[in-house]
């Protein structure tokens, strides 16, 4: 199947647990071997190093990965700006990581991925942990980034309500196979 998403789009894709979403994003991550092929305007996969790729197709996981102590340590300087916009109205930079709660980490995990201003956004059920305030934040924060860089995503979700109010092309993993939502 050949998908394509044009700047400023989301792709919305669904599916049962274990399906295959997370997986699927890690292959256009070039983080998994795959059978398919995945180009990035006139770039393929596989022609450039994947630490290059992956600064430009970036993934944001489910769980969030931390390995300093504080949130300062984990920037290259703390946009207070794009903090407000995610719901942080006080400055978190030397709170311990230890301290934030899951959906805390999602959100300044997405800004973490945004420094090296990346063309795609992988998102994995990037907004399972959060309440429907910051949910709306989130949704409107990456919006506003794919319009301002201009980049894609590719969103993963079980709340199709979600996917329908924020994607333009939806899909569905179903037995193993990709299915177009309308």
Not at 56 to 84: I, Y
Not at 150 to 175: G, M, S, Y
Request: one cysteine or more.
């Amino acid at each position: 199947m050949d998908i394509q998403i044009g700047a400023t789009e989301i792709l919305g894709l669904s599916g049962a647990s274990g399906s295959g979403k997370s997986r699927l994003l890690r292959a256009v991550a070039d983080l998994d071997e795959h059978q398919g092929q995945i180009r990035l305007n006139d770039i393929d996969q596989q022609s450039i190093a994947a630490h290059e790729w992956r600064r430009k197709v970036a993934l944001l996981s489910a769980e969030t990965v931390w390995w300093f102590d504080t949130v300062a340590e984990h920037f290259n300087g703390m946009p207070e700006a794009d903090l407000r916009a995610l719901g942080f109205d006080q400055d978190i930079s030397d709170w311990q990581v230890s301290r934030l709660s899951s959906g805390e980490k999602q959100r300044l995990g997405l800004l973490r991925l945004l420094e090296n201003r990346p063309q795609v956004l992988l998102l994995d059920e990037p907004t399972a942990n959060l309440d429907q305030s910051n949910t709306r934040l989130f949704e409107k924060f990456v919006i506003q980034y794919l319009h301002q860089r201009p980049a894609c995503a590719i969103w993963v979700a079980h709340d199709t309500r979600q996917l329908q109010r924020i994607c333009q092309q939806r899909f569905e993993i179903k037995n193993g196979s990709l299915i177009h939502v309308d």
